[in-house]
């Protein structure tokens, strides 16, 4: 019996110190999870983000406190664009703060509009909206910029949630409404299903993550989604801010900044949501502020991309909310105007209007020379229609907006070679060159063309387009061509050579002249 009840009591605890160690393994598993959740968070290493960034269980990710002439860098417009970051001990971007005075505090949230992407901290429009207001009504303002890269207002309202209260404003103006429409990045989820995983075991953040992943969790309206918000949850969330915001006594407003392609009433590459703050505004109770008026006329200088403005964009911006709150009668009095502001709201022309259509695109490149999209907005609508000689006029058209734009040269190019204009495609294709060359289907389609109608100049061109990309089909047997033409028979055979391995066909004249 004794012996039985030894055995017994071993079995239990081998159960035991399994179970054990299973739950152990468990939880390291789902803390190991949220670790990687951590690290998947800091997703733009193109805004070195690293430097200037730190993961935060709330909020995903805030600025770091206390950077001192932190570096950024982005390409914009086709240009490279620099400019440094200075955050006090708060991690906001501006100097240091004070305790609360007589002075109206005003609270700026938003995404990288607000944090000031390619300008320095004087010239963001939360900066200059201090100074316009210190001009209009000295010492009546104090305006905080808490902008961050990359936020939603999901995180705006959390972050409101999180620090209103040490900050004391007495007015919130939240702008938001781009990020939201971006795809779900790593690590799957979105922002509506953000929650802090530190406050919770390993064991249940990794049946969480099990459970979405395989489609168990709750169904629901949210419960599926491919961008960050869905449409339905960032109304739901700019309404969430204005009641927050109510709650403790704080003013409510809402910006309406549509970006350059809703300027032109185009869509970019995610869905243009930016008017979802209008009706946030009526059915939150909050104050809006339509910033469009002071874009649309200046659209062609102010942009540095499609979303992000220079400083003198930023100073537009700044005169129009400073002038809107004293109409609404800061600081004395504030009242909401959601249901009086006019506001201009993109037209969106019938596609049949194809004219009308091609003179916004053009404004689009003329206002940001360096995006793709509007001149292949345009490409698509001219070969729908498939009239070279109209064709060639709109592009000839471009090219005079927009002369230091190589995609117009290129699309001038590519029409004159369908006229048969050779010559004036050469040249078209030289000046495109002239202008970049690290476009390798430029260089491919600049290159076949040059085969034919300049060969001296096609062989370092498609080189080059095979250097950038070397799985582009039908370079190598034109290139086999013109290397036995330039008398390089040895490394005509070798570029043949590469041929064969690659299954591109070579004329069978071809082949016979490189056994000879």
Not at 88 to 94: D, V, W
Not at 210 to 215: D, M, S, T
Not at 282 to 300: F, H, N, Q, Y
């Amino acid at each position: 019996m004794a012996k039985w009840i030894r055995k017994g009591l071993g079995t239990l605890l081998l159960l035991a110190l399994g179970v054990a160690a299973g739950w152990g393994a468990l939880e390291a598993g789902g803390r190991i999870l949220t670790r990687d959740q951590e690290r998947s968070m800091l997703v733009s290493p193109h805004l070195n983000w690293s430097p200037s960034h730190r993961y935060d269980p709330e909020l995903m990710w805030t600025l770091l406190p206390n950077i001192v002439n932190g570096e950024q860098h982005m390409d914009m417009n086709g240009k490279h664009v620099s400019w440094t970051v200075n955050t006090n001990a708060e991690g906001l971007r501006q100097g240091p703060l004070g305790p609360k005075t007589a002075r109206r505090r005003i609270l700026c949230v938003g995404d990288s509009r607000t944090f000031g992407v390619g300008v320095g901290d004087s010239d963001t429009w939360p900066a200059q909206l201090q100074q316009a207001l210190d001009a209009r009504r000295p010492g009546r303002f104090e305006v905080i910029n808490a902008g961050v890269t990359g936020y939603t207002s999901r995180q705006g309202l959390r972050y409101l949630e999180l620090h209103a209260a040490a900050l004391q404003p007495d007015l919130v103006i939240a702008c938001f409404a781009f990020n939201e429409g971006a795809e779900i990045p790593p690590p799957g989820i979105g922002d509506w299903e953000w929650e802090n995983l530190r406050d919770q075991s390993g064991l249940r953040a990794l049946l969480k993550k099990a459970a979405y992943g395989a489609g168990l969790e709750r169904p629901s309206p949210a419960a599926r989604h491919a961008t960050r918000l869905s449409p339905g949850q960032t109304l739901d969330t700019l309404v969430g801010i204005s009641q927050y915001c109510l709650k403790q006594g704080i003013a409510p407003v809402l910006l309406f900044w549509p970006s350059l392609p809703e300027l032109v009433d185009e869509k970019f590459l995610q869905p243009n949501i930016s008017g979802l703050a209008i009706e946030a505004a009526r059915l939150g109770a909050a104050s809006l502020i339509d910033v469009s008026p002071v874009l649309r006329p200046e659209m062609t200088s102010i942009f540095l991309d499609p979303i992000h403005l220079t400083a003198p964009g930023n100073r537009l911006v700044a005169g129009r909310v400073a002038d809107a709150l004293l109409e609404m009668g800061a600081p004395d009095a504030f009242t909401g105007n959601a249901g009086s502001v006019k506001t201009a709201q993109p037209q969106f022309n019938p596609p049949a209007d194809r004219e009308a259509r091609i003179e916004r695109l053009i404004q689009w490149m003329q206002s940001d020379p360096g995006c793709f999209m509007p001149y292949s907005l345009a490409q698509g609508i001219l070969g729908t229609i498939n009239q070279p000689d109209y064709a060639a006029q709109i592009w000839q058209r471009v090219t005079e907006a927009c002369p230091d734009a190589y995609r117009g040269w290129m699309g001038l190019a590519g029409v004159l070679q369908q006229l048969r204009r050779d010559e004036e495609a050469v040249n078209a294709y030289r000046r495109a060159l002239s202008l970049a060359t690290d476009d390798p289907m430029l260089c491919r389609d600049a290159g076949l063309f040059m085969a034919h109608a300049a060969p001296a100049e096609a062989m370092p061109v498609l080189t080059k387009a095979l250097s950038l990309k070397p799985e582009l089909p039908e370079i190598r047997p034109v290139l086999t061509r013109l290397l036995l033409d330039a008398g390089q028979r040895d490394n005509a055979r070798a570029m043949a050579q590469e041929c064969r391995q690659r299954n591109e066909a070579l004329p069978e004249a071809l082949q016979e002249e490189l056994k000879r």
